[in-house]
């Protein structure tokens, strides 16, 4: 049930042009691939949950709950969203979420985009 609830996800966030089809695409392999492996759907998935807040009206954007074991393939989506970020940068927060981080792990404010960015694990 919960694969299910995940495609869903994947899917509205292309329906809402939020990633490509490719991207779509690359997401769904790697959701079939986790249930593949062994635990994949252990009941304490931790969750990397990426929110893109409007600063003028504080109505979320963007709202992207990913598996913790899509994180890279989530930030690199993500990425796109966030200006002033490197590659480099975003590859020091996934070897985080290796190491078992948690809590916030970004904010970034874009006064000239209007918008705050945190990305977060559960």
């Known amino acids: 049930m919960a694969r299910d609830e995940e495609r869903l996800r994947i899917l509205k966030m292309l329906e809402a042009g939020q990633i490509t089809a490719e ?3 690359e997401l769904l392999k790697a959701l079939q691939e986790a249930e593949a492996t062994p635990g994949g759907s252990a009941p304490s998935t931790r969750w990397l949950r990426i929110r893109v807040t409007d600063l003028a009206s504080g109505r979320q ?3 992207v709950n990913i598996p913790l074991s899509l994180a890279d393939l989530g930030l690199r989506v993500s990425g796109r969203f966030i200006s002033g970020v490197t590659g480099s940068d975003l590859q020091e927060l ?3 979420l290796r190491k078992g981080g948690v809590g916030k792990l970004l904010e970034v404010v ?3 985009e209007g918008e705050r960015v ?3 694990v559960e």
């Open 23 to 25: 991207q779509a695409l």
């Open 61 to 63: 954007r963007v709202h």
């Open 118 to 120: 945190e990305i977060s």
């Open 94 to 96: 996934l070897e985080h």
């Open 110 to 112: 874009d006064e000239e």
